[in-house]
């Protein structure tokens, strides 16, 4: 509810400022037109609210309302209501009732599409109505030189304040959908790469290694016994360690290098143009420096990691093939005591 609230109330902000120019501009054409016709004192005053009043009132009653979004509908019909009446009034003098009524309509699909559109338009056959039966039906084609003036401003400015909120939504809603898209491929925990975003990665660099010919490690890295750790401290310490591993990883890698979560404490990373003995270098100081992992809630609590490093080879003829031999030296690494580094090319080494 209170989101929609929020969405609604941004709404008829949005409408504020273009309801303020529009109806003070506007309000020329009609003045130009309704001059030199007899009118009671009634229809200045009418004039007078439309104006320069009804923009700030419209704008309180959506912003005081309990769904500002369809407050601020009302209101938009409100003001197709009163251009229909003008246009009527003014005894639909050509250029008068056709700037009025397709700036209005203009409006009206800029802020609600072609539904508010036609709603607009029943809302302005209404106001023709509602004036023809005040003042009765007229029609006057002639269209004087200060009737074209005074129009000028509605036909220049208006639409060009439309292009301009209507360009700031779409910066607004391009930003909106990047980082919605930035948000789907990290991962909310730790802010890194999440599994899928990494392993589409991993695709990309492992065809970009098979034909530029450049080189490449990756690492897999696993937390001791975490299973153990929520077991014991809970998932909030858990969670306390899962997020400084990966702050820890974001300051040693560099910024070309790609980091992600692969699973629940498994951890991954493609290092391109490193070579495996780099990698090793890299990952040895990222296993020392979190071996020395303190949390002042639990100061019992010991950490430490276990990395498989695997290096691209020609003889790689799929992404998973890469990655299943980091996979097996990280699970090497595990077998043979944990908190260590094993490279993939040893194993394959020893082996042979």
Not at 78 to 101: E, H, K, M, N, R
Not at 302 to 309: E, N, T, W
Request: charged residues 15%; glycine residues 6%; contains cysteine.
């Amino acid at each position: 509810m209170e989101n929609l609230r929020g969405n609604g109330l941004s709404f008829a902000k949005r409408i504020y400022r273009p309801r303020i120019l529009g109806l003070a501009i506007g309000s020329l054409c009609v003045l130009a037109a309704l001059y030199p016709l007899s009118m009671p004192a009634w229809v200045w005053g009418l004039w007078l609210f439309n104006a320069f009043i009804w923009p700030h009132l419209a704008y309180q009653l959506s912003n005081h309302a309990a769904f500002p979004y369809q407050a601020e509908r009302r209101n938009l019909l409100c003001d197709s209501l009163a251009g229909g009446f003008w246009a009527a009034a003014t005894q639909f003098i050509p250029l008068t009732t056709v700037t009025i009524l397709a700036m209005m309509t203009m409006h009206n699909v800029a802020a609600g599409g072609k539904h508010l559109m036609f709603q607009g338009m029943i809302a302005q056959g209404l106001g023709i109505a509602v004036a023809w039966m005040v003042f009765g039906p007229s029609f006057n084609p002639g269209v004087s030189p200060i009737q074209v003036y005074a129009c000028l401003p509605m036909l220049i400015f208006y639409p060009l304040a439309i292009g301009m909120a209507s360009y700031r939504l779409a910066i607004h809603l391009s930003e909106h959908k990047r980082a919605l898209s930035a948000l789907s491929r990290t991962d909310s925990l730790t802010g890194l790469l999440n599994h899928g975003s990494w392993k589409d990665l991993l695709q990309l660099k492992f065809h970009s290694c098979q034909q530029q010919q450049s080189h490449a490690t990756i690492a897999l890295i696993d937390i001791d016994h975490f299973k153990q750790i929520n077991d014991t401290y809970g998932h909030i310490v858990g969670d306390r360690v899962l997020r400084q591993l990966s702050w820890e990883l974001r300051r040693i890698v560099r910024e070309n290098d790609l980091a992600g979560r692969y699973g629940g404490d498994e951890f991954c990373v493609i290092l391109p143009d490193v070579s495996l003995e780099q990698a090793s270098h890299q990952m040895e100081r990222l296993r020392a420096i979190f071996s020395r992992y303190h949390d002042p809630q639990v100061p019992a609590l010991q950490v430490s990691l276990s990395i498989g490093l695997a290096s691209y080879t020609a003889h790689f003829t799929h992404a998973h093939m890469w990655l299943n031999a980091a996979d097996k030296a990280l699970y090497a690494a595990k077998d043979s005591g944990r908190n260590r580094v094993t490279l993939a090319e040893s194993l394959a080494a020893r082996s042979a």
